[in-house]
């Protein structure tokens, strides 16, 4: 069985960072790609980053590009997002996603998820 948990999110002032967390168990993800997607009120859930299980390529969404960062651990079958300079607009659910066969920001690549952490950014 497939589990994504993320934890990390919490609240944070604007120009503030968070680092979120996704370990991954249950399968071999090292040919596939790992995702972030986030959802906030009223909102459909949108890309934020992806990358290669096994490292090197990544793809930014243009909201975050240059303020978050995507990395992987296969040591600890983890993969996080550094978020910097976060502003109010970032607030929203951040979800981690596997099993995509290369990195790609549509949603329905990615076949399993994990259930969300919060992210608020207060102004």
């Known amino acids: 069985q497939v589990q994504l948990v993320e934890s990390g999110g919490g609240l944070v002032q604007a120009g503030g960072s968070l680092r979120l967390s996704c370990l991954a168990s249950g399968r071999t993800f090292s040919s596939s790609a790992m995702g972030w997607f986030r959802q906030a009120p009223g909102k459909e859930r949108g890309f934020v980053a992806a990358i290669r299980w096994s490292g090197g390529n990544t793809y930014y969404s243009d909201s975050v590009k240059g303020r978050f960062t995507i990395s992987v651990d296969n040591a600890e079958n983890k993969v996080y997002l550094q978020m910097n300079s976060l502003k109010p607009e970032d607030t929203a659910v951040y979800y981690c996603?596997?099993?995509?066969?290369?990195?790609?920001?549509?949603?329905?690549?990615?076949?399993?998820w994990g259930q969300g952490t919060q992210v608020t950014v207060s102004s």
């Open positions: 996603a596997g099993g995509a066969s290369t990195i790609v920001a549509g949603p329905r690549q990615y076949h399993y």
